[in-house]
């Protein structure tokens, strides 16, 4: 015997309209802010306050990253900096902008990231070609491995003069776990940056760039219900450990 149902119209009408408003209740949890690229009810864009430094921030994010980041902290930096852009690509050899920049006698590139011949703001003077010119930092957003392989790729950006830090930190990043002690998200190297270039007089912030370390906090105080509590057990085990 088998077993026929035949719904009344009334009630199809009312399952159609049900999954109806199941769909839009969903594309509006799923809408995103375009400045933040947060889900609306997660926007950060009201805990921003932009400032302006000296130095000029370049933000190379890997295409991959730019994909299949969701949390990824290089576009909230941008947002936090007044002089600052950023490009998405996975060679700048050939980048138009990049090279433009490059060729402009007011700066002085160097490119963030580490090295035995990398200087850092206590050893910058000696790097430096004049005193005069404005620092051009680039910084490469992606795991290690696809930063790695957009240094590798771009000649320009390899062929640079490399600038870490004079200091070791531990990411605050908890949602993302980092794979060695010493890597720091892109939105916490540039704070650490503003960091050691204030301390070495480059910079003239008076805090300002404190706004970059509460908007991470910010950022990790909403991812972290979503991980179920996964983040926050790593962090207290990690500070055990400590
Ligand atoms: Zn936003």
Not at 34 to 44: G, I, P, Q, S, V
Not at 91 to 103: G, I, K, P, S
Not at 195 to 215: I, S
Request: aromatic residues 8%.
């Amino acid at each position: 015997m088998s077993l026929i149902v035949v719904l009344p119209p009334l009630f199809k009408a009312f399952m159609l309209k049900k999954t109806e408003f199941a769909k839009e209740i969903q594309g509006a949890h799923r809408e995103q802010c375009y400045a933040c690229r947060r889900a609306k009810k997660n926007c950060l864009c009201g805990s921003i306050k932009p400032f302006v430094t000296k130095m000029r921030f370049v933000i190379l994010m890997h295409a991959k990253e730019a994909r299949e980041q969701k949390t990824g902290t290089a576009r909230l930096a941008k947002l936090c900096l007044t002089n600052a852009e950023l490009l998405i690509g996975t060679d700048f050899t050939c980048n138009e902008r990049v090279n433009a920049l490059l060729r402009d006698p007011a700066y002085a590139p160097f490119v963030l990231y580490p090295g035995p011949e990398a200087v850092n703001f206590k050893t910058l003077r000696r790097a430096l070609p004049a005193e005069d010119k404005i620092l051009l930092i680039f910084v490469i957003d992606g795991t290690w491995r696809l930063a790695r392989q957009l240094l590798n790729n771009s000649q320009n950006i390899r062929a640079l003069p490399r600038l870490s830090f004079s200091g070791s930190y531990v990411s605050q990043f908890i949602i993302k776990r980092q794979p060695l002690r010493h890597c720091v998200s892109t939105i916490e190297a540039i704070y650490y940056l503003c960091k050691e270039a204030e301390v070495a007089g480059y910079e003239n912030l008076n805090g300002q760039n404190e706004a970059l370390m509460a908007l991470l906090k910010k950022l990790v105080d909403n991812q972290l219900p979503y991980r179920n509590g996964g983040g926050r057990k790593r962090e207290d085990n990690k500070r055990r450990s400590a």
